[in-house]
């Protein structure tokens, strides 16, 4: 229940913050919806499957430039470590 506290938490901080630079031509817009969308199908069902491709939405995020800011990236990586490998769901 936490850990979908978290993700909740989370994927609404990055839709009011996650309309970043895209100087690097990254579609900031489509990454930061494939996140929500990420997010919301692990919220609706814990699998590791689901996880895995949160975590890789969330990196994909993370390695794009699109976040606006320091905070953003810490969130974001400190969701990457709370989700771990994904096993122990």
């Not at 993700?7 to 990254?26: H, I, P």
């Not at 069902?45 to 794009?64: E, R, V, W």
């Amino acid at each position: 229940m936490k850990k979908l506290m978290y993700v909740a938490l989370f994927a609404t901080t990055l839709g009011f913050t996650a309309c970043g630079s895209d100087d690097d031509g990254a579609d900031c817009i489509a990454l930061t919806n494939q996140v929500a969308d990420a997010a919301s199908n692990f919220i609706d069902d814990s699998s590791t499957a689901n996880c895995n491709a949160y975590k890789t939405a969330l990196q994909s995020f993370l390695d794009s430039g699109c976040s606006p800011d320091q905070e953003t990236e810490d969130s974001i990586r400190t969701q990457l470590t709370t989700l771990g490998d994904c096993t122990a769901l």
